[in-house]
């Protein structure tokens, strides 16, 4: 099973900043099947990045997915308030789906 | 547009079963596989099962196996997730999400919780 660690545990930015979260693969991730899920409380967490760097449907251009192998990066250029949330990465493609352990981006 | 609609918050005492259910709206449902995802208070989300709603036998995580079983009824559009021998450490948040095409989820349920207490 790949393990995804994420990077680092909290940011602490303002809005405005750029946000550089991080996931890391226990093993090589196949065909890029990486991607990104912002999750803010009480909600379910919604797709922002498939394909470690295509938009889902909807999703602000500010934000950006890059990476490949093991290595994985989320940018949010410009930091909204509306930002601030965990976010998760998830490996796909095939069983078992695991998820990282999300990074929370809060307020400075 | 497309809806995921979960059953109501149960509540069941240890020992017990649990079924979730998630009615899809606004697309062709037997297109689409759907997975069963859930989230404990204060953690990530961990990933318990795919299956086709069209038929053929389910995918479970290790975890779970012997314990869960997904089906689908297409005449209804909806799926459901039994989950058995329930204990406190199964106390979560259990989401249906629908699979874009390789595992990528791009439409989730409201999430249904359960508790589990004696």
């Known amino acids: 099973e790949i393990v995804l660690t994420q990077s680092p545990g909290t940011l602490s930015l303002s809005p405005g900043e750029r946000a550089t979260l991080s996931c890391r693969a226990s093993?090589?991730?196949?065909?890029?099947?990486l991607a990104w899920y912002q999750q803010k409380p009480g909600q379910a967490p919604r797709l922002l990045i498939y394909g470690a760097s295509s938009r889902a449907t909807g999703i602000p251009d500010r934000f950006s997915g890059s990476g490949s192998g093991t290595d994985f990066t989320l940018t949010i250029s410009r930091l909204e308030p509306e930002d601030f949330a965990v976010y998760y990465c998830q490996r796909y493609g095939s069983s078992p789906y695991t998820f990282g352990q999300g990074t929370k981006l809060e307020i400075k | 547009q497309v809806q995921l609609v979960q059953s109501g918050a149960e509540v069941k005492k240890p020992g017990a079963s649990v079924k979730v259910s998630c009615k899809a709206s606004g697309y062709r449902f037997s297109s689409y596989f759907m997975h069963w995802v859930r989230q404990a208070p204060g953690q990530g989300p961990e990933w318990m099962g795919i299956?086709?709603?069209?038929?053929?036998?389910?995918t479970y995580a290790q975890k779970f196996q012997g314990r869960v079983t997904m089906t689908g009824d297409t005449s209804t559009s909806t799926v459901y997730m039994e989950l058995s021998s329930l204990r406190s450490d199964d106390t979560a948040v259990y989401y249906c999400?629908?699979?874009?095409?390789?595992?990528?989820?791009?439409?989730w349920g409201q999430g249904t919780l359960v508790t589990v207490s004696s």
């Open positions: 999400a629908r699979d874009m095409g390789a595992g990528n989820l791009d439409f």
């Open positions: 093993q090589s991730v196949s065909n890029r099947y």
């Open positions: 299956i086709n709603p069209s038929g053929g036998s389910p």
